[in-house]
């Protein structure tokens, strides 16, 4: 398991190398600067990793992956800088990494943001565009259309709009609150890269169905891991500050259900996801140790 | 022309209605009450009447069309929200009403811009994926790509970051520097619908070439006119104050050419614009007639 994952990671970081990362040239090369710094501070390329281990379970050569699976980094790291903004979480480390606004200032950060969510589309679109194979472009558009929903308002953003305001007009979470939260700021982005792969290599409609919900059980159990290791984590291995959500006034699955349970509870989605990847009948042994391997992270 | 105009701008305005304008509900019901809000503000329409305008000049029937003619707008409207940002321009009205910010607050405003950019190609994927024809879908992917790159770096945001950095570093801009601005920051998204009309609806690679200088020129007369009005413009039917530029030390066409020489550039480079369009050889009638009225305005 560790090679293979440390073989797809370096697949997908020279990915990113070859699809995301510019030259920095011309009046924009602040931007561009600051665009490939926010994309090389580092991560765990889960979205990358994930689209191309769903690619796999089937025989299709769609010439789009290597660009989507850019792409959907580049979707995840646009919120991320934006998320990390003085009117937005304030945080000036990610990944024991200065935030792209502490480094560059606020207004670059914000049009970073902005180059990198309409740069995903692009390399996206051009890739698409100059598909020769009429069925790999119809599926190309068919799997860049769910990651444009799984992005954008009844997506992810959707996601942090409820999330920012919740803890803005000091709204006290119910686990219904924290579920739609989950779901969409965090669900939505595994959902997306795990239909988005299958799509490409032509996998039948049911087959995506069973995926987007996979994505969906990791997704949470993701977040609740998150929460867990806000409270129980090491701040040397996690790179950024524990007990960030007290300090933030932020209320967690952990707040709402204990630590018992949501131990419970995440080790039951990463089971559910487990199954659903049986279910499918293919060789999914990578992405089944990939799940169980999120759910037992120390970071 | 007043007739054709009106029609055009309530089509415009109409295809909004419909494409971009969302339901308020659920837990984003907050940033859909902004995004609607940001759309709904006014404005002249002239990107999506342009695309409709190009599109009219040839005989395709792209299912596409109204869509992309919201998209482009969506595009527009993303761009004047985190521009009139505290952290960018600080502007608490625009054409009269107060901006995004200014009504739902900084946070919501950041996150109302990527909502708007994002939910573009959201629903323009959506209609290039159920698109039945494959020509179509070919060229409303082909259409597509060119808006996502006179959208970013090399276009819209491209002229955005120079001309906020250049304002924070205090660098005296000379022509080539505003000739890039305007290039990238105005024009780009004015060659971009022309363009997008003209593919849409099948016309000649080289057609589409000329629309594109078309709306370059366009572009450039456009916003000399910009910089002309803020020096002889009225405060009531602008919409905005006068001498804006001047209060934020911003250097522009005006102060380094004076208002004879911006005058005749502006009328040569709308003559050139309407000379383009004749060599077509198509009913360009109305399409002039609006680059004319564009040159001409007061507002």
Known sequence: MNDRLKKETEYANRVLEDHAVLMVSGSQKTVIDAMNYSILAGGKRLRPIFMKAAYDLYEGENPCLDTFMAAIEMIHTYSLVHDDLPAMDNDLYRRGKKTTHAVYGEDMAILTGDALLNRAYEIALSAVNSC???????????????????????????????????????????????????????????????????????????????????????????????????????????????FSDKKNNKRTYVDIYGLEKSEKDCEALSREAVKLLGSLGRDTGFLEELVLSLIDRRK
Chains 1, 2 share one sequence.
């Open 132 to 242: 020769r194979e009429v069925n790999d472009k119809i599926n190309a558009v068919k799997a860049l259309s769910v990651l444009s929903e799984k992005a954008g308002i009844y997506g992810m953003v959707g996601g942090q709009v409820f999330d920012v305001e919740a803890e803005k007009k000091g709204i006290e979470l119910n686990g219904e609150d924290i579920d739609f939260i989950f779901r969409l700021k965090t669900a939505a982005l595994i959902e997306a890269p795990l239909m988005m792969g299958a799509i490409l290599s032509g996998a039948p409609g049911e087959d995506v169905k069973t995926l987007e919900m996979t994505g969906r059980k990791v997704g949470l159990a993701f977040q609740i891991r998150d929460d867990i290791l806000d409270v129980t984590g090491d701040e040397k291995e996690l790179g950024k500050p524990v």
